[in-house]
């Protein structure tokens, strides 16, 4: 009997199956409509369950695993010295191998954190990016927080493997400008989710490093999305194809002096976060604001089961066959997209897809909302929330007067381990179909905002 070739199939399947599930909402387009003018036109305001596939943002929203359901049930919620914070911080020195484990409700509390502790008025931070809470909080104790990704990580169509790296040029020359006794430290965020999810290679990271020990500035990381990145360069950067995640992770960790984390995302839990850190007076100074704001250390505003989500998810997230679903579904939705025409930042990134809004809606002008025009019909066209990144967000000048962001793009962020391989091709056929009758998407203009923040409670209206 001949033997049988195994085959090597191309299809790459979601690596688990479904043990419980939750009912999408399937609003029909009447209610829609009625929906978004409820809500002023702004998905902010819809409610979840008028959405029928929710990509507003990867935060929080993904679907916890059987093993974490166990770890939870079994949790320890002692006020003090807890089972469960044991769990978590072994795991976490375990992975990350910083000296202290100050955990937190969730990524901007660590940023608080660090930032009143080692930061007074006219320091300056730079990074690849800052995302926005952490420049809110650099700002808050009046520093400046500088960008400093490379040229290539600013355009948008270029594919670059890592575009979220640091211009180490721009690094040195803003040390010889501002003098390194201004600059308490250097951070670097991976994936750079501002600009576009983008990876950092290891390289770039120890080149960060070696600039801040040259200078003794400590070096910090935005871990947030530290496990899709260590996948970017298990399969982008040469000598790390035979590296797992945990151990590139391991290795990305060592240059660094510290971190900052939001469990949101890859500690795959809904809610969680930490600072970890060497240095022992700013670790010190840490712990007593953390009781002031947050709780006792140890718990810091998590409970016991959110802690012991955190302890499992922190390694389910670098688990190598979860971490080729996920950056395969977004790219196999990118690659449906630029198929039919519609452009989006390339290559696609570690947790979302942005579409260029501008160049898929010429007719409507800047100052008319190209990115939350599109988002809103892409609500209107299938349920789908997106979120503006564009004028919107960033077009209001502190003086008041409108400027237009450098790009008006839409992001549709992946909730972690939610949707499968259907709605992505459901996503695909109604952004196609908007793209086809691309010329009757309207423009809006806000008839009503706050002084701040505008895009999260603004009112709209069609034009
Ligand atoms: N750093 C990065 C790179 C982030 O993307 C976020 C959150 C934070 C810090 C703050 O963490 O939300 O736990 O306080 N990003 C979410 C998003 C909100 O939709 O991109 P948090």
Redesign the pocket.
Known sequence: MPKMDYPNPKTIIEPFRVRSVEPIAMITPDKREQALREAFYNPFLLHADQVLIDL?????TGALSARQWAAMISSDESYAGARSFFKLESAVKDIFGFKHFIPTH??????RLLCQVALKPGDVIPNNSH????RANIEFVGAQARDLVIAEGKQPELVHPFKGNMDIQALRNTIREVGPERIPFIMI?I????GGGQPVSVSNIRAVSEVAREYGIPFII?A??FAENSYFIHTREQGYEHKTPLEIAREIFSYADGC?M????DGMAN???FLALNHDTWAEKAKNMLILTEGFPTYGGMAGYDMEAVAVGLYEALDVNYLRYRIRSIAYLAEKLNAGGVSTVQPPGG?AVFIDARAMLPHIPDARYPGWALSNALYLAGGIRS?EIGSVMFGRKPDGTEQPAPMDLV?L?FPRRVYMQSHVDYLAEVILSVHQQRDAVPGYQIVWQPPFLRHFSARFEPC
Do not use: M, P, W, Y
């Open positions: 507003l943002t990867d935060s929080g969730q990524g901007r509390a660590a940023e995302f926005d809470t952490t965020t994936t750079n989710n501002s935005d947030c999305r900052t939001s469990a949101k995302k809610i969680g976060g947790h979120v992001r962020a």
